[in-house]
């Protein structure tokens, strides 16, 4: 696959239920994003890492929204006790550097119940 | 923090039209993006630029750097670029990664 691929396309939590999204972003591309968008809205920066390290992580809405990326490739945003308010879309993105065209994948449609 | 605006925010338009998409910023940027996003969620890259214009196929895209404001252009419309178009603005400094988004302009165009 030569694009950005994102697991589940679709989750459907209960309110309390932690949650685990995956991004598998385009093979060599450094930088890596998470966004958040809810309905009817642009998205919103949530985090970017630059290989395995979270260089920013100042859009995450609380202490229960956490990613990683621990070998620089694969990432992982992971969300605990997911509330009505977390349901959106999360949009992974990367590109070979931070400077350069973000490419997106699918995202993930999270729908807290 | 950056200010972008999208107008229209909704736009109906009949096979063949010339479409225009505006999009202005607050404050300084690094450069910007206009995106495409088809229901479902997929979101296209289409232009990224920092100065003057670009051209692909139908699609034109112009930025005013004094004016803050951008404009993206579909000549000859046809009812496949149906979709959202969403422009975004890159921080300038340290932190250009940083894209702050506008709502997006829903765009219909029937035949």
């Known amino acids: 696959g030569a694009g950005v691929s994102q697991s589940p396309r679709y989750k459907v939590a209960k309110r309390g239920q932690d949650v685990a999204l995956r991004c598998d972003p385009i093979?060599?591309?450094?930088?890596l994003f998470w966004y958040q968008q809810a309905l009817g809205q642009g998205p919103e920066f949530l985090t970017y890492f630059q290989n395995e390290a979270q260089l920013d992580k100042s859009g995450l809405p609380s202490d229960r929204f956490f990613a990683e990326r621990p070998e620089g490739s694969v990432s992982t945003l992971k969300i605990q006790r997911t509330q009505q308010e977390d349901s959106a879309v999360y949009l992974c993105a990367s590109s070979m550097d931070r400077h350069n065209e973000q490419f997106f994948g699918p995202g993930t449609r999270l729908t807290v119940l | 923090k950056n200010e972008v605006e999208q107008s229209p925010q909704n736009l109906t338009a009949q096979e063949g039209e010339f479409i225009t998409i505006n999009c202005s910023y607050s404050?300084?940027?690094?450069?910007l993006h206009w995106l495409q996003q088809h229901p479902g969620g997929g979101i296209v890259s289409l232009f990224m630029?920092?100065?003057g214009k670009k051209k692909h196929g139908r699609l034109i895209a112009t930025i005013n750097i004094q004016e803050k404001h951008s404009s993206l252009h579909i000549t000859a419309s046809h009812p496949r670029d149906s979709a959202v178009y969403i422009c975004a603005a890159g921080n300038s400094g340290g932190s250009n990664y940083k894209l702050t988004f506008g709502k997006g302009t829903l765009l219909t165009v029937n035949p």
């Open positions: 093979s060599g591309h450094v930088s």
């Open positions: 404050v300084g940027i690094s450069a």
């Open positions: 630029l920092s100065s």
